[in-house]
Structures are given as structure tokens and as C-alpha cells.
């Protein structure tokens, strides 16, 4: 089993909010990120959790708030954000964080802030 | 730095007519690289990778790749394109030395009837 399960799949939120995305992988990867992906475009690495620890953060804003509470668990938390901010948000695992594996995603979250 | 240039933004090729979608990295060191798509709507599916074992890649329907060093090129090919194909394609290269996979800016397939 190849899956990645994201929740919920549509999120409406205003911009004082505070909402949370989750992902859930069951193949004991070690290795788990978050992308946003803007209409049209690529996505674009935010977060990688390596065991359960934060490894890259790629400059990402403080109103988004990763949490890996365990190796199969990880959630995005999302507070005051601003319209700009709306996107598909992707979670992915790894077996493990190296260059030759495979990431594998899941369906995404749309998110849209008012 | 590590980066992918994907040639074409837009390729539309006749349902059963080979597909061909372009892909130059630039990489200091061998790289690991990539082809996934995405459909509509929905997550990424891996169709092929490539880390530094045979430079012929065959992956998922029908779809391959080759590994060129001297032309620094990883061009993703189908003999016939099937109307399911229709979908955006990215090419991604991962650096030697961890998994911050870099996306190229993506090639949408359309297929004609």
C-alpha cells in the first residue's frame, strides 16, 4: 500500500482562522513533507520532517506552523493567513529523506482564505 | 545548485502518435531525477526515476526515459499517447546528498482524438 491520506480535501477559512491540514502515511516512511502549489505551477518544497524532527524549512512564514507528533502523523497549522496564501497543499512521504527515494503524494488539500 | 528546465510548456500530440516531453537538468554531481504527473485536480503519481543505475528508464503505461550525461538531458517518451495521458508532467531532479526534490516548471500534454 502506496498511500498518503490528506484532510480534508476542501478548507474555506478567513483570514482569522485557525485551521489545521493533516496527513497520515501507514508505510513507516521516515521521511515527510509539505508543498503548496499555487494554480498552474509547480509545487514548491515548505517543510521536510526527517524522523520526526523539522530538517527544512524553506523559508516559510510563520503563520504556517508544522507538527510531526508521530512517524505516521504530520499536520500543517494554519493561522491568520491571507488570501494570498490559497493553494493545493500537498503532503508526501519517503522511506527515507535521500535523494533516490521516492516521494509519494496524496491527493491535497484545497485551501481557500476570504 | 541543482535545477530542471522542462523545454515545453504545452505539447498536443494525436491520440496513438509518440509523445516526447523535455527535460535538462543541471546538476554538480550525479543526481537522482524524476517524471511524475499530475491529473487534474488531484496529488502526484511517480511514473519513473532514475538513480544512477540503468540510463533506459522504463516506468508506469507505456511511459520511458533516458539518461543523457554529455547532453545533461532526461527526456520522457511514450510510442502512442492514449487519451488518458492528457495531464501536466514534471520533471524533478533530487540532490546526491538529501530528498529537497527541485520541480521543473511543468509540460501540460494535451491528446487530440
Known amino acids: 500500500d502506496t498511500e498518503v491520506t490528506q484532510t480534508p480535501k476542501h478548507l474555506v477559512m478567513g483570514m482569522t482562522n485557525k485551521k489545521s491540514l493533516k496527513c497520515e502515511q501507514h508505510?513507516?516512511?521516515?521521511?515527510m513533507y509539505w508543498y503548496k502549489q499555487k494554480a498552474k505551477k509547480p509545487p514548491e518544497l515548505m517543510f521536510v520532517?526527517?524522523?520526526?524532527?523539522?530538517?527544512i524549512n524553506e523559508s516559510v512564514p510563520s503563520r504556517f506552523s508544522p507538527e510531526c507528533p508521530n512517524s505516521s502523523l504530520l499536520n500543517l497549522h494554519l493561522h491568520a493567513l491571507q488570501p494570498e496564501d490559497s493553494a493545493l497543499y500537498l503532503c508526501a512521504s519517503s522511506q527515507l529523506p535521500r535523494s533516490t527515494d521516492t516521494q509519494y503524494f496524496g491527493p491535497g488539500t484545497r485551501l481557500t482564505v476570504l | 545548485a541543482q535545477s530542471v528546465t522542462q523545454l515545453d510548456s504545452h505539447v498536443s500530440v494525436s491520440e496513438g502518435t509518440p509523445v516526447l516531453l523535455r527535460c535538462n537538468y543541471s546538476?554538480?554531481?550525479?543526481?537522482?531525477l524524476f517524471w511524475y504527473v499530475q491529473h487534474p485536480n488531484k496529488g502526484l503519481q511517480l511514473l519513473l526515476k532514475y538513480t544512477s543505475a540503468a540510463t533506459l528508464v522504463k516506468g508506469i503505461n507505456g511511459f520511458e526515459a533516458e539518461f543523457k550525461k554529455s547532453e545533461t538531458s532526461f527526456h520522457l517518451t511514450k510510442p502512442s499517447a492514449h487519451m488518458s495521458d492528457a495531464a501536466e508532467y514534471f520533471c524533478v531532479v533530487s540532490p546526491y546528498n538529501n530528498n529537497d526534490m527541485r520541480f521543473g516548471a511543468g509540460t501540460r500534454l494535451t491528446v487530440k482524438p
Open positions: 546538476s554538480s554531481y550525479s543526481p537522482s
Open positions: 520532517y526527517s524522523y520526526e524532527k523539522l530538517s
Open positions: 508505510m513507516g516512511h521516515r521521511a
